[in-house]
């Protein structure tokens, strides 16, 4: 029940291509592929995106036009609507005169022609595959190759209409990367060489912020929040959750009044820290003295911060800034991205557990999510509330983000299966992964490309998607399989 925040959003850049003389040269001819191009934007916006039509490039000195027109729009993704045949000299300035990642649509009207009724005029209508070789080309040539083509038919055609949605996806996460707010608040766990990050280079590879957040702008909120926030909160907390008996963990207990109660107070004051610095994420990790005010805090956030990965605010542990950013690309593609590890193996079924202590994002939870209270959180300082589920079955995908001996990223992507069957009741996310060809072989697969130990854990199959993000940002990745 809980409901997205923020919207997800994109900022389309549409335009089909001509040679100018054909509008001269047969009748009606204008009117049918200014419906094709009407039509074709239709398919695009019924995706959530913001399109911007420029109409239709027929010369060079309108492609000119275009270009600025896109270069001061603040477009994520450039669609190219191959409408029938057109010269590179209508494409060309937009290769050298803009930065958007650019797409060729080329969505033919007929499935078939009528060879019985067929003439120039049909052939014209339906020759939209005929330039794309000459634009592929051309941009090659230019040092900025097109990124994708899709083909097809233009009505009725779900891979068509699918692909297209992957790219207004796609735009979706570009546009919330630029100037996004992923703040980082203490230190990396001591000893973790593998959580460091420089946030230059992070900002630099991502076009994104990095506020640097102090243990005591959280302490300051958690000071100020209300007797009324708390309740409120609570009833969120108690709508959403399970809390149930413990099982066989001596480590659990059913989750305690003074556990919810500092769930919820620490829920409002992350709430109010995203507020006030208006962040888009956050990374933390922070010890703080026995018996201390800022452990009190610290130690409360696991809850809260589940319900805002679940408003697409994503929130993870451990200081992971890299994880963070993976999260962030997920939960903007609109899969999930929980932060996770990899635990115990089941050799007996082929299946290894992943998940993790800490936040997760609940949207993507298979039935309702479990609260446990837990008289240690182990291998860290403190105690109390802590989530408990597994995400829901089907297709799941991983990214993690890592660095290579120079210092620059890379994505390490891969896909499974989420399956059903009982998990440790350990007050911990916990999802059986299944694999191909078999869990230790792939398992061994992902861990030679040297990731993080942690990575976003998201459903569906993405694999290709996410690569393709990579790809536009100038970023390694490897698919693992």
Request: overall charge negative; some cysteine.
């Amino acid at each position: 029940m809980i409901e997205r925040k923020k919207k997800r959003e994109g900022r389309i850049a549409f335009f089909s291509v001509i040679h100018e003389i054909y509008f001269e040269q047969f009748e009606g001819l204008r009117e049918s592929l200014n419906k094709y191009h009407a039509d074709t934007i239709e398919l695009v916006k019924k995706n959530g995106v913001e399109v911007i039509d420029y109409g239709i490039v027929g010369n060079n000195n309108k492609a000119f036009e275009v270009a600025d027109k896109i270069a001061g729009d603040k477009i994520d993704v450039i669609f190219t609507n191959m409408i029938t045949y057109a010269t590179s000299s209508v494409f060309a300035p937009i290769v050298q005169n803009t930065t958007a990642p650019i797409v060729l649509v080329a969505l033919q009207p007929r499935m078939a022609m009528d060879y019985t009724k067929a003439c120039t005029f049909m052939q014209l209508e339906n020759d939209n595959i005929c330039s794309v070789p000459e634009f592929t080309g051309v941009a090659i040539r230019m040092g900025r190759p097109v990124k994708d083509v899709i083909i097809g038919c233009l009505y009725d055609d779900s891979q068509a209409e699918k692909e297209i949605k992957e790219w207004c996806d796609i735009a979706k996460v570009l546009n919330a990367l630029k100037g996004a707010r992923l703040g980082l608040m203490g230190h990396v766990l001591e000893s973790m060489y593998d959580m460091h990050a420089d946030p230059t280079a992070v900002s630099s590879a991502f076009g994104l912020h990095i506020p640097l957040i102090e243990i005591d702008d959280v302490i300051k909120e958690y000071k100020k929040v209300t007797d009324e926030e708390i309740e409120k909160k609570k009833e969120v907390i108690c709508r959403e959750f399970d809390m149930p008996d413990p099982k066989s963990d001596p480590v659990t207990m059913k989750l305690t009044d003074a556990d919810l109660n500092r769930a919820a107070k620490g829920a409002a004051a992350l709430d109010r820290l995203i507020d006030t610095y208006s962040l888009d994420g956050l990374a933390y990790y922070y010890e703080g003295e026995e018996g201390s005010l800022a452990r009190e805090v610290a130690t409360s956030f696991i809850v809260g911060n589940s319900i805002l990965n679940a408003q697409g605010t994503p929130m993870c542990g451990e200081f992971d800034i890299k994880t963070l950013v993976a999260m962030y690309i997920m939960d903007n593609l609109g899969i999930g991205g929980s932060f996770a590890e990899f635990h115990p193996f089941d050799f007996e079924e082929d299946f290894i557990l992943v998940g993790h202590d800490g936040p997760h994002h609940i949207a993507i939870a298979d039935g309702k999510p479990i609260l446990r209270s837990l008289t240690k959180f182990h291998g860290k300082p403190g105690s109390g509330a802590s989530v408990e589920f597994k995400i829901k079955e089907g297709p799941i995908t991983m990214l993690g983000i890592t660095q290579t001996y120079d210092g620059k990223f890379k994505f390490v992507i891969g896909e499974g299966e989420s399956k059903k069957g009982p998990i440790p009741p350990t007050g911990n996310t916990n999802t059986r992964g299944f694999f191909e060809p078999t869990t230790k072989e792939f398992i061994k697969k992902w861990v030679m490309q040297g990731p993080t130990h942690h990575y976003a854990l998201g459903i569906g199959h993405h694999a290709d998607t996410i690569k393709k993000i990579a790809d536009v940002l100038g970023i390694e990745a490897v698919i693992v399989r």
